[in-house]
């Protein structure tokens, strides 16, 4: 079985997804301390029903343009390699079936941010689904390269 | 409500602790093995069996103990032929002991046995291309004993089921050094080895400092915070300024200043009224800026994500009483923040030494690089020496790079040579002093460590170069590192030619 669940998000307009297994909540990121020295993708640490979270902000890891109102983000709260981690993003929309066999290839000559992290492309009736790879999304080394 | 939480706290504590006993049950067995299969005398000493440490720690270094003890009683201890030979008694001694000091616990692993051979030490490191020949015969005892805890190093003849399979040591220092332990050993020949092994008495909660600087509040460890200073207009302990260096006239000396706001960037300038704190880390003492110190907690200490581990001022998070989250900074990575801001006063100073002639020796470092030539770096700029296989260098278009510690590192060619081209099958690296962005510089040889008077006499004008000194007798080229550093930031990018990072590097 190929199919798969993932939640949708959006991001700039533009509709993403990331697996759903990796995801454990959804929740708004308040009382975010700043990480002097991090990258501009870190937003910083925050405190989620006491564990440690890391925001990290999907459009600033994207290198897309900063969201109009920076109050109004939502974040997807995920496990990666045992570290809990809070992507922030426009707007949290749906959890959605997606057949993995049938994604698109990632379009040659994406930026190379983008072309990291893009693990495919789906054809809806009304727009593209951009599905990312959460566990790249967030690795130090290609962020370090990025 | 604070008397019961503390004595809440004693008692969850008190069941995380364990008696060292239970990583030392295998041990007596262990060496009986060992000496009836080598035909050896060995007479095992517990001492401080009873002594507590936390569950956790006692985990991570039940292996480390066992190799070490594997160690002593495979290669230190002789055979009683050899020991009757050397007018010892028959039965060699392996004696354990732990204690608790100031808050830490101690491990010894002492031996009677040989002592380690260093020799065989030095011989082996430059066999296995650890260091260069002219390293390792340079490079005093005390120095070359440490060598048996770099990686894939072992100085065993043979290869037995007991040890001198080559890997161990290493990775038992990693495993402390992950605790923030020490490891530490002294050996006479003829008389045994001993290792001390100093560690924490519990990773779980420490004592911590909550500081304010630049409206942030951070946590400082207190074990590594000596005393605090206030200073301001009405403190009796002035803050002085030499060059762009800024010290503490405290009581007689003079302690090199960090300023919390400024290293981290958080701040054009630092706070001219506030604390210093006192640290002692990295082997060295220095003081850190700080706004305010707002309190002392006792701080459970949670990890980085991977994603932020790569901040060496940071070891972890902890949340305090009302929330939110502070920063815990590590008193290391601090010591290294004062390096840097060292070494920026050197070059601030480098010039005017060429006109007034330097009175005090600076450490040197002698190296061949850009076609053999002899050249001197001054050691202060430079974190680390690192010799990689070079196969290991990646080639992108003319540019060389090395993935260094979990990211892309820029390796400069000295000036004068085209590219990196390492003579042999392994390369010589100099990694730079920078904040969070190293960069290699390649050369042929590393050829020696001296202290000497940079006195620049002629400066040509040639990049890469700031002049021509006498070192050790002879006439030699001095590395110009601020032209590298520039050169190396500019392959990071253009992210980096943006002033602000720009700022936190320089």
Known sequence: VTAREFVTLRLNDQLFAIDASAVHDVFQPLGVTPVPLAGGEIAGVLNLRGRIVTAVCARRRLGLPAAADETETIAVGLEIGGDSYGLIVDSVEELRVIDTDELLPPPRGLPPRWADVVQGVCRLETELLIVLDTQRLLDPTALAAA | ?506
Not at chain 2, 224 to 246: F, N, T
Not at chain 2, 321 to 348: F, H, K, M, R, Y
Not at chain 2, 420 to 440: D, F
Request: aromatic share 2%; glycine share 8%.
């Open chain 2, 1 to 506: 409500l604070s008397a019961i939480t503390s004595e809440l706290q004693n008692s969850v504590l008190k069941t995380r602790m364990q008696p060292i006993e239970a990583a030392w049950k295998t041990l007596p067995r262990l060496v009986r093995d060992i000496a009836n299969n080598l035909g050896k005398k060995i007479n095992l000493v517990l001492e401080g069996e009873a002594t507590e440490l936390d569950r956790q720690v006692l985990e991570l270094i039940k292996d480390p103990l066992l190799h070490m003890v594997r160690n002593a009683a495979g290669h230190g201890l002789e055979t009683p032929a050899e020991r009757l030979a050397a007018g010892k008694p028959e039965v060699g001694t392996l004696r354990l002991s732990a204690s608790h000091e100031a808050g830490a616990i101690i491990v010894r692993i002492a031996d009677d046995g040989r002592g380690l051979d260093t020799a065989a030490i030095r011989r082996k490191a430059a066999e296995r291309g650890l260091v260069s020949q002219a390293e390792a015969e340079l490079m005093p005892d005390a120095q070359a004993h440490q060598l048996i805890f770099a990686p894939g190093f072992s100085t065993a003849h043979a290869v037995t089921n007991l040890s001198g399979r080559g890997v161990g040591l290493d990775v038992a220092r990693s495993n402390i050094e992950q605790i923030s332990g020490q490891i530490d050993l002294t050996s006479t020949p003829g008389q045994g080895t001993a290792f001390t092994i100093k560690i924490p008495l519990t990773l779980a909660i420490i004592p911590a400092l909550i500081v304010a600087t630049a409206g942030r509040r951070f946590a400082v460890p207190q074990a590594s915070v000596i005393e605090l200073v206030r200073i301001g207009p009405r403190s009796a302990y002035p803050v002085e300024s030499i060059e762009s260096v800024r010290v503490l006239r405290l009581r007689d000396c003079l302690l090199p200043l960090v300023g919390l706001a400024r290293g981290l960037a958080l701040a054009e300038e630092d706070e001219s009224a506030g604390f210093v704190l006192v640290m002692q880390a990295g082997g060295r003492r220095f003081g850190v800026i700080v706004e305010a110190v707002l309190d002392i907690e006792e701080t459970v200490v949670k990890p980085l994500a991977r994603i932020l581990r790569c901040i060496p001022v940071f070891s972890g998070a902890t949340i305090l009483g009302d929330g939110s989250v502070v920063l815990i900074v590590d008193p290391n990575g601090l010591a290294q923040l004062a390096d840097c801001d060292s070494s920026e006063t050197d070059n601030a100073e480098a010039p005017a030494a060429a006109g007034s002639g330097a009175e005090v020796e600076t450490p040197l470092l002698l190296v061949r690089a850009g076609g053999g030539a002899l050249k001197v770096v001054e050691l202060s700029r430079i974190t680390r020496l690192e010799r990689v296989l070079a196969s290991e260098l990646e080639q992108a278009g003319s540019r060389t790079m090395l993935q260094y510690r979990g990211r892309l590192m820029p390796v400069l060619a000295p000036e004068g040579a085209a590219a990196v081209a390492p003579a042999g099958r392994r390369q010589s690296l100099l990694i730079l002093a920078t904040l969070g962005h190293p960069i290699a510089l390649a050369v042929d040889e590393i050829v020696d460590a001296v202290e000497d008077r940079l006195d620049i006499q002629m400066s040509p004008d040639r990049p890469g170069v700031l002049g021509t000194a006498v070192v050790a007798g002879q006439a030699v080229e001095v590395m110009d590192m601020d032209w590298y550093l520039l050169k190396g930031m500019a392959e990071y990018g253009p992210r980096l030619a943006e002033p602000e990072p720009l700022k936190a590097v320089a």
